[in-house]
């Protein structure tokens, strides 16, 4: 034996594997000196003495002494299986899985498998587009009773233990996810981010991956001192790396879903930061008012926008002025327009409540695209008293 095989690897699924060697034989292209990793009790790989992917006329040779179909049970790998992307192991489970069934592995199949997902902890969430195309509802209806076993892989293969399937965010307040869990056998997710640990059912909470760059800059800002109003807490998005990271002294979270509710409080304690943080149940145009002149620092994190409820934000900081943080989807060739728009409006608000405040913006973030053309954007804005300037 020799060490492990740095090149051409040839995979298919066990029950091809008799088959394949004596195929790769015959063309003498087995290495038998190299081995190679196992990847998974599925599939068997065998070395060649090809360093680089095959050619064309290679893969035909291949093909007619293979006497499978050659898509359907062989497929080429560079390197040894462990360092393979996602994509790639992702491919190779889904086509054991189908290898081992007979069924042929086609291009409308490869065209169904997820391009995007995202991982929270443990639980990969797929999007709905997956494997829903005519040839996967096909191959799952004549599967039925065998597909577990296939999510189980799809799972294992993105790095995950359990596989869960979203249809979209539902456009309601609580911005409800729809999600259906295709293996494992709960919802709830716990994973550590930046040094804070979110946790939540994913089921119930709508958590967007996409703004991580978001939190991170949230949380990278100093608020040491500062009393800090979230009236989006949801899970505690902003607020954990707030308390976390920002070391703010107090945190009011406002809040009206009860399951990111539930979730807040389990980060509190598992973050131990419950002593300064103060959850505020329900609609957040009762519970803003009740915080009139007590922020620092007020953080609007809902999408598409927050604009409802910024007469109450402004009236959450101190008479000597504060800082929000306002999230809004904007089209992106109007960014600078809604920029001086917004500063105007806010400005027009202050007025109206009696600050007689300097309004500026600070900083601008683009987050993340959230649809073509618009950008989820964050402006900072400050807010100072003109006798504290
Ligand atoms: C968009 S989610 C937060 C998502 C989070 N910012 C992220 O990055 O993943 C908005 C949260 O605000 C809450 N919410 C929406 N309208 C509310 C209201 N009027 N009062 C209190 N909470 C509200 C929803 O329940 C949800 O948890």
């Not at 892989?153 to 979203?166: F, K, N, T, Y």
């Not at 119930?204 to 991580?212: H, K, P």
């Not at 504060?322 to 105007?344: C, D, F």
Request: contains cysteine.
């Amino acid at each position: 034996m020799g060490n492990t095989h740095q090149g051409l690897v040839v995979w298919t699924a066990k029950p091809h594997g008799a088959q394949l060697h004596s195929a790769l034989k015959s063309l003498l292209w087995l290495n038998s000196q190299a081995r190679c990793e196992p990847i998974s009790e599925h599939e068997v790989g065998f070395p060649c003495h090809q360093v680089s992917d095959l050619t064309g006329k290679q893969k035909q040779a291949l093909a007619s002494m293979f006497p499978h179909h050659y898509g359907h049970a062989v497929r080429l790998i560079i390197a040894q299986g462990a360092s393979v992307n996602p994509h790639e192991r992702l491919f190779r489970a889904v086509h054991v899985w189908m290898a081992e069934r007979g069924i042929p592995f086609s291009k409308s199949h490869e065209a169904g498998l997820p391009q995007k997902w995202e991982r929270l902890g443990d639980l990969v969430v797929i999007n709905k587009a997956s494997f829903s195309n005519d040839a996967w509802q096909k191959t799952l209806h004549s599967e039925v009773g065998h597909s577990s076993n296939l999510w189980e892989r799809v799972a294992r293969a993105l790095g995950g233990e359990r596989l869960a399937q979203q249809a979209h965010i539902m456009d309601n307040a609580l911005r409800s996810p729809q999600l259906k869990l295709l293996h494992g056998a709960a919802t709830w997710v716990e994973f550590l981010d930046h040094g804070v640990h979110f946790g939540f059912d994913a089921a119930q909470v709508m958590f967007s991956s996409g703004n991580i760059t978001e939190r991170h800059r949230i949380g990278s800002i100093s608020m040491e001192g500062e009393t800090v109003v979230d009236a989006y807490a949801g899970a505690g998005y902003y607020t954990l790396p707030m308390l976390v990271r920002s070391d703010a002294a107090l945190v009011h979270a406002c809040e009206m879903n009860p399951a990111s509710i539930e979730a807040l409080n389990w980060a509190a304690r598992k973050n131990d930061v419950g002593s300064r943080l103060l959850i505020h149940p329900g609609d957040n145009q009762t519970t803003l008012p009740m915080l009139t002149g007590v922020a620092d620092r007020c953080h609007l994190g809902l999408l598409p926008s927050s604009e409802g409820v910024w007469q109450h934000a402004l009236a959450c900081l101190k008479p000597t002025g504060g800082r929000l943080h306002v999230h809004m989807n904007v089209p992106k060739a109007e960014i600078e327009s809604w920029k001086s728009q917004t500063l105007n409006r806010l400005s027009d608000l202050a007025k109206k409540i009696g600050r007689q405040w300097d309004i500026e913006a600070e900083h601008l973030e683009r987050v993340k695209s959230y649809s073509p053309g618009v950008i989820h954007v964050v402006l900072d804005v400050k807010c100072t008293a003109a006798s504290a300037a």
